[in-house]
């Protein structure tokens, strides 16, 4: 166990809808980041939090937005839901941000109905 | 063009069979090259990190990085059924974060 874990485990939505996934980074963790993995694909990196503020971001647009608290957790916000949205969300917290490890957690599987 | 090019697989192999997976990049600023495996509803566990090139080898996993030709390889000797699971390549420019990864191997130990 990696000491990361999300919630929910899985969630069914429709499109235009809003969700908001959640991570426990580990204790001390000041760092996470989020990745979204379709069906076959590997994970797609989407944004990092540094001491809660965004620190990097991929190729998502502004719909997918989230927030970094003190208490190592945090959140993935996305708004008007598509089908191709239809993913597992990963989350990844490390020790810093430059950090040669990160720890995953098991993810949260989202369909777009 | 992917900037992580994998073979997605699947792979089957008999148990105690030596296993080579490997992926190509086109981006040369990558300098961190890491190895995860993934069972099935879990996460990416990470398996093996290398800077730069050469080689690093831990117990049975031996990972190579070659980037005058964008080549990273991880071999698995002796495989176990347990070794069953999605092998992902990644790559990044700045350390363990904003990783670009492939596609994945699915590979299958047979007993």
């Known amino acids: ?3 990361v874990t999300q919630s929910p485990t899985h969630l069914i939505k429709t499109r235009g809808q809003q969700v908001t996934l959640r991570c426990s980074s580990q204790s001390g963790h ?17 944004f990092q939090y ?12 502004p719909r997918f937005s989230g927030l970094q608290f003190p208490n190592y957790s945090s ?15 990963l989350c990844a917290s490390s ?6 490890t990160q720890y995953f957690g098991p993810g949260t599987r989202l369909t777009v109905l | 063009q992917k900037e992580v090019e994998q073979d997605p697989g699947p792979l089957s192999v008999p148990e105690g069979a030596i296993v080579s997976l490997n992926c190509t990049y086109s ?23 290398t800077y730069s090139s050469g080689n690093k080898e831990d117990g049975r996993f031996t990972a190579q990085v070659d ?13 176990q059924p347990s070794d069953s699971a999605t092998y992902l390549c990644a790559m990044s420019r700045t350390g363990a974060n904003n990783l670009f990864f492939g ?4 590979l299958t130990v047979i007993p």
Request: proline fraction near 3%; charged fraction near 25%; aromatic fraction near 18%.
């Open chain 2, 67 to 79: 980037k005058s030709s964008k080549y990273i390889s991880l071999f698995i000797r002796d495989s």
């Open chain 1, 75 to 89: 959140e993935l916000n996305v708004n008007a839901l598509e089908l191709d949205d239809s993913a597992l969300y």
């Open chain 1, 30 to 46: 000041n760092t996470v980041s989020w990745y979204q993995q379709a069906l076959g694909q590997g994970p797609q990196f989407i």
């Open chain 1, 1 to 3: 166990e990696t000491g």
């Open chain 2, 27 to 49: 981006n040369s600023a990558f300098q961190y090259f890491m190895w995860y495996r993934q069972y099935s509803r879990k996460g990416p566990e990470l398996l093996m990190y």
């Open chain 1, 95 to 100: 020790f810093e941000r430059g950090a040669d």
């Open chain 1, 50 to 61: 540094y001491r809660e503020e965004e620190n990097g971001r991929g190729n998502f647009p």
């Open chain 2, 103 to 106: 596609t994945g191997t699915r």
